[in-house]
């Protein structure tokens, strides 16, 4: 197995610690240090994650990534230590860079996140096209195809499964599936008697009405951010967000949606949070003391919506990763 990459983890969640702490000592730009605070423990969330689960697709690509992240954090944790002190008379200089530092900080993030969201989707298709081949595996078995096998094969079969190793530890359905195909070699088997119901239960979540509001949601925002007046980076990130949810949707098969509904729950709040606050940013003004909308609301609102967006992200991670693990382990 791999592991160049796993040690890179531990330093990184420390960098990350020291980040969370000093964000929230934070003298200067507090909402922006908590912002970032907020972000940099849903990372953290997730390299934990990524340690115990000890496998990427691409272990190569995975340390670059952390290496990126690493010193992506290196800067956060300068940025926030220089908000540990109050701001003096004529530090405007350090004022304009720093908020040119915290936009940087978060773009950088944005697209670090960007590549695990990849390497995590890549995984999940593996693990799915593995599933593939264990339908047609399992198609082949109700057709009773060993059973027709002319006997020298069925000998050769016997023999070469004699010599697995191990085969009491393999998950469930790998071993259910290997004693239907000894008992079709010897003797042939009842199917319908010994399929189990999670083969009837694909598609069940399309009838789930939680699911379907998730779906609901996710389309309206990615629909609403296409708007001209909503190129702002926050919405297009809870945009693509959204996009993402809608993809990993169809994966969602039980058991998965009972194990996770506290997670799935938090997903649709957090996403319908979204869409309310995009649609009121996008809301036409009116002539007369209506239109006349302070900036400090509109600040309020881009914070909000980042907000919502960390948790989106968290959500989709965590049930990304819920899925992939799963599929692994029942395939």
């Not at 339908?135 to 060993?146: G, S």
């Not at 609403?224 to 993809?247: D, F, T, W």
Request: one cysteine or more; hydrophobic letters at 40%; charged letters at 25%.
């Amino acid at each position: 197995m791999p592991v160049e990459w796993i040690p890179l983890v531990g330093l990184v969640l420390n960098v990350a610690a020291r980040v969370g702490q000093y964000a929230g000592e934070a003298l200067r730009y507090r909402k922006k240090c908590q912002l970032l605070r907020t972000r940099v423990q849903m990372i953290s969330t997730q390299l934990r994650a990524l340690d115990e689960a000890q496998w990427t697709p691409d272990p190569l690509a995975t340390k670059d990534t952390l290496e990126c992240l690493r010193e992506v954090l290196g800067r956060a944790e300068l940025l926030v230590v220089s908000c540990l002190r109050r701001k003096k008379a004529f530090d405007f200089l350090k004022t304009f860079k720093n908020k040119g530092e915290f936009a940087f900080v978060n773009q950088q993030i944005s697209h670090i996140m960007e590549a695990f969201h990849l390497a995590n989707h890549t995984l999940l298709l593996l693990a799915r096209n593995d599933s593939i081949f264990m339908v047609v595996l399992d198609t082949l078995i109700k057709d009773e195809a060993c059973r027709r096998l002319p006997q020298d094969i069925k000998n050769v079969l016997e023999e070469s499964m004699s010599g697995l190793r191990h085969s009491d530890n393999m998950p469930p359905e790998k071993k259910r599936r290997l004693e239907l195909i000894r008992r079709d070699l010897r003797e042939g088997l009842d199917w319908d008697a010994a399929k189990t119901s999670s083969s009837g239960s694909r598609g069940q979540n399309q009838n789930d009405p939680v699911l379907k509001k998730v779906a609901e949601f996710a389309g309206e925002i990615v629909e609403e951010a296409k708007a001209v007046s909503h190129k702002k980076e926050e919405v297009q990130r809870v945009a693509q967000l959204a996009q993402k949810v809608i993809y990993l949707l169809p994966h969602l098969q039980p058991p998965l949606l009972t194990q996770n509904q506290a997670t799935i729950t938090k997903l649709l709040d957090n996403l319908k949070g979204a869409y309310q606050t995009i649609t009121q940013q996008h809301r036409p003004l009116h002539c007369g003391p209506s239109a006349l909308v302070p900036s400090s609301f509109w600040r309020q609102q881009a914070k909000r919506i980042a907000e919502l967006g960390n948790t989106i992200e968290e959500a989709y991670q965590t049930l990304t990763l819920k899925v992939v693990r799963h599929i692994t382990a029942n395939a």
